[in-house]
């Protein structure tokens, strides 16, 4: 998967076709037989000030990759996340931000056009770490032995199921998710443990390969990237934001799990 920075989205959105010529050239066609690439995230967890940009650069993205006769290969997509919807709990009251639905709609219709999925940014990390009070913590690392009062039996597919209601309401009932990034830091506060990390990683592995899915689109594994691969020790923000990696930046393992 490669993203396009949401800096970089008013320059590829704009009716030069220049800027995502080149960007596909430099970034996708010089690599094209040495990298399998499934997805182009245009923009990642975009402010309203942005929203704008997306489906023009979409567009411009998805036509360069025809150009160069890609575009059945990669899909082109963009990547939302929980702070886009509202109205989460419990997950079928899911909808799009009032802002951003006339933003959302027009995305849907072009998804749903070039059979390209959404993408998905889903962290149970983050909701627990505001609710710890509220949340069972088995219900966050996949470990609850039964279904809550809501149907559900993990955070993490009814925060992904939100996403596909939210979506059923501006026409993509038929669409696909793929979670674009998922993960769990190490370091930075009480619930950023090692053994929080590794309990979060492994068992996740295990639910999304194990072809049960959610209860809104179950019977499936579910496609999962998982954030990071390596921490990011310069990045900028708060303590936990450089400790997501499954990797030190010297590249030693911090634990072991199976992707399996």
Do not use: C
């Amino acid at each position: 998967m490669l993203g396009i920075p949401n800096g970089e989205l008013k320059n590829i959105a704009s009716n030069d076709p220049t800027p995502s010529f080149s960007w596909v050239y430099k970034y996708v066609n010089a690599s094209r037989n040495d990298i399998r690439f499934r997805y182009i995230a245009v923009g990642n967890e975009v402010t309203m000030a942005e929203w704008e940009y997306v489906l023009p650069a979409m567009k411009n993205i998805y036509r360069a990759l025809e150009t160069a006769g890609l575009q059945d290969q990669i899909k082109v997509s963009t990547a939302v996340f929980s702070g886009h919807i509202s109205a989460t709990y419990p997950p079928r009251n899911s909808v799009f931000n009032s802002q951003i639905r006339p933003f959302m709609r027009e995305i849907v219709a072009f998804l749903l056009e070039k059979q390209a999925p959404l993408l998905a940014n889903v962290y149970p990390f983050f909701a627990y770490l505001s609710n710890q009070d509220q949340i069972p913590s088995e219900y966050v690392f996949f470990t609850s032995p039964t279904v809550n009062e809501i149907g559900y039996q993990n955070l993490f597919d009814a925060m992904l199921d939100g996403f596909y209601y939210a979506l059923e309401k501006e026409g993509g009932s038929s669409l696909e998710i793929v979670v674009s990034e998922t993960g769990w830091p190490n370091a930075g506060d009480s619930i950023s443990t090692t053994e929080n990390a590794q309990k979060y990683y492994s068992n996740l592995i295990q639910h999304v390969n194990s072809g049960k899915a959610t209860p809104k689109r179950p019977g499936k594994t579910i496609e999962t990237y998982l954030f990071a691969m390596f921490d990011e020790n310069q990045k900028l923000g708060d303590e936990r934001e450089k400790h997501f990696g499954l990797f030190f930046p010297n590249k030693l393992p911090k634990y072991h799990i199976s992707l399996s």
